[in-house]
Every structure is written in structure tokens, then in C-alpha cells.
């Protein structure tokens, strides 16, 4: 799972990758971004664990990439280079600069407007799309007359081209659209940025977290849009932990910056988790996946051989499991349920995958 940190120019992405990955992050000479992979923390894990004594615990992680400033007064080539570091990700986190501070470079727009400001960005990964979705029409116009093996689908291909095409040029994102599975499937591999699920973090002042224009700001913008003051959740992140759980209950900053922004992503991304290896002795594993995803696609995010020689998936409920105490309890209290391929996945489940290699 990965996840692109941007927004305009001194909008205090820096400093949240900083607070989130515990990494200085910032870069220079050739660098085009910062990543840092970061540990989900998960209750269930350690709930999990007391029950298994297991040789190891490993968490879901998630990338966060930083990129350099996104603005409309770079050329195309700059905004393209700044970009192209987060087009694979899975989400985009907008960091939007709702703090005032004398002794910070100014915001490059004068004054504070969330509003504004998310609709320059969004203005620019849909200006990034335009770009890559002409070519690829101009490509397929051109090809499309020659009798190649797939050329039905490349006219299959030029029609929803062109329709996205449309979208993009009315400024509005490709997620603004409402795409069929298969033609979702189509896209993946142009890896459109205005296609991706967007968290929005309004960056204020440490004092003004629980001011009312704050959450005016945030209520503007609408689902998916989080309150956190980077700097101070950045000066946290780097107490240790005593002296951390004290001065967030003094300033009031609830749940660490990290803890809150991977709950927004699974919340925006509609992620799950699944556990594996909770027998004594074992790997203690939380794995990610997507809501709706099959036993199939979980075996996947494991091994391709368990996918490749899937024979069937053994699966408990965390709730079942916690209650039964050990999975031998379980299976023997009839809680673990033996599924197919295309059962699809619960959150929590504890799954034991059988297969053939
Ligand atoms: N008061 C206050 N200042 C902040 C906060 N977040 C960032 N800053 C300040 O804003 C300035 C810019 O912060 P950065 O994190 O470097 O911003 P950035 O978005 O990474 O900037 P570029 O990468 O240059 O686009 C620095 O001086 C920060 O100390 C915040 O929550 N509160
Ligand atoms: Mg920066």
C-alpha cells in the first residue's frame, strides 16, 4: 500500500511525512521524492498475539512518499517530474496549509483558502491526466486502422479513452466518473492520478485545532478530510513514549498524526485487514486488502504460489478466534469455515490458506 503525500508549495508536507514516518524526510540534488514505510498498528495484533506466544509479529505497513510542492506556476515538465514519483500510489494525501506563521515562506497564493487550494491541485493532476490520456488517443487514432491481433480491443479502448478525454477537459477527475470493472481494469495500467481516493489534511496552527473556522474549513471539505497540526505532531513524534502520551493529552491533539492518517486511508481507500499464522510458534502476519476482495486476491498478497495452487482458505472470525482462545478451540467449536476462491473477505478474519504447489 502506498500513499503520495502532496499539495502547493509550503503547505507542511514535510514536516507531516515527518510526524507520520519519524524520518526528516526533505530532499535534494536528483531526488525527486522521500518514502518511508510505516507499521499499521493494530489492537487486534496484540490481542492476537497473547493468545499464540509467536515466534514473530509483522504489521500491514504502508509507503508514504513525499514529493516536492505542486502548484500552477510550474512548467508541465516540472509538474510532470514532481509527480511522477506517487503515480503508482494506491491514494493521495493533500496536505492543505490552514496555519498562518510569520516565520514560515508565506502561501503562495497570499492567503488561506482550503477551497482554493484543493481545487489548484486538483486542477493539476487533472492538467498531468489530460496529458497522458492524449497521447494514448493520438496513439490509438493511429493504430487503430492497422489489423493487429487486438485491435478490437484497441477500439474498445479509444472510445472510453475519448470519454475520459471529455471529463478531463471539463476539469472535472476521472474518480468524478462511473467506470465498470472492466474498464477500471483497462485504465490501471495508465495510472491517472485524478482516478485515486484523496485524504485531505487541513494543516492548522497547534492552537487553532479545535477552533471553529477549523472545522468550518473541514466541513467545507467535506468526507475524508482530517484536522492536524503537523509541526507540533511532528515535535511529538520525536519524544519518546512517556513523555509523548503527557504532552498530546495537554495540547489536546488526541491519537498520534500517524495513527489518524492511516485510519483516514483505510477509511477513504476501504481497506481490511486479514490476519494469518495464529497458531504457537508461527509468523504473526496482518496483511491488507480491499474491501470486497476475495480469499483468492488474499492469497495473493501473500505468495503467487498460494495463489497459483489455491485449494481452499480455513477461515475464523477475530471475534470467534478471541473467544475460543487458541484456533485448535475453534475449529473444534466449529467456528473455522472452509471457503473458496471467491468467498469474499472479512475484516479481521483469520485465514489459513491450503494449497498445491
Ligand atoms: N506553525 C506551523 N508551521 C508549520 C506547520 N507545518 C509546517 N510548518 C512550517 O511551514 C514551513 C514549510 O513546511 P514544509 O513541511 O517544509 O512544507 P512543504 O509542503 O514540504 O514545502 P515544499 O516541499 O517546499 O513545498 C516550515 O517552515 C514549517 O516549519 C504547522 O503545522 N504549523
Ligand atoms: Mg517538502
Known sequence: MKIGILGLPF??????????????????????????????LDERLDALAATCDPKKITHALIDFVDVAGLSADESRDRAQATLTPIRDADGLLHVIRLFDWPSAPPHPRGSLDPLRDVEEIQTELVIAD???????????????????????????????????????????????????????FLLRSFQLLSSKPMIQVINVHEDKIDAPETKAAAEKLGPGTIIISARIEKEIAELDEEEREMFAEELGVGDPAAHRVIKACYDVLGLRTFFTGTSPQEDLHAWTISVGDSAWTAAGKIHS?????????????YTDRIAAGTLKEAKAQNMMKLEGKDHVVADGDIITFRFKV
Open 305 to 317: 504460489d498460494i495463489q497459483r495452487g489455491f485449494i481452499r482458505a480455513e477461515i475464523t472470525s
Open 130 to 184: 489530460l496529458d497522458v490520456v492524449e497521447r494514448r488517443v493520438a496513439k490509438l487514432e493511429k493504430q487503430i486502422n492497422k489489423p493487429t491481433p487486438h485491435q478490437e480491443q484497441d477500439k474498445r479502448e479509444l472510445v472510453l479513452q475519448k470519454r475520459i478525454k471529455e471529463v478531463l477537459e471539463e476539469g472535472q477527475p476521472v474518480s468524478s466518473m462511473k467506470l465498470s470493472k472492466d474498464e477500471d
Open 11 to 40: 503547505s507542511g508536507k514535510t514536516t507531516l511525512f515527518g510526524a507520520i514516518t519519524g524520518q526528516s524526510g526533505g530532499f535534494d540534488g536528483g531526488q525527486q521524492a522521500s518514502m518511508a514505510t510505516v507499521p499499521v
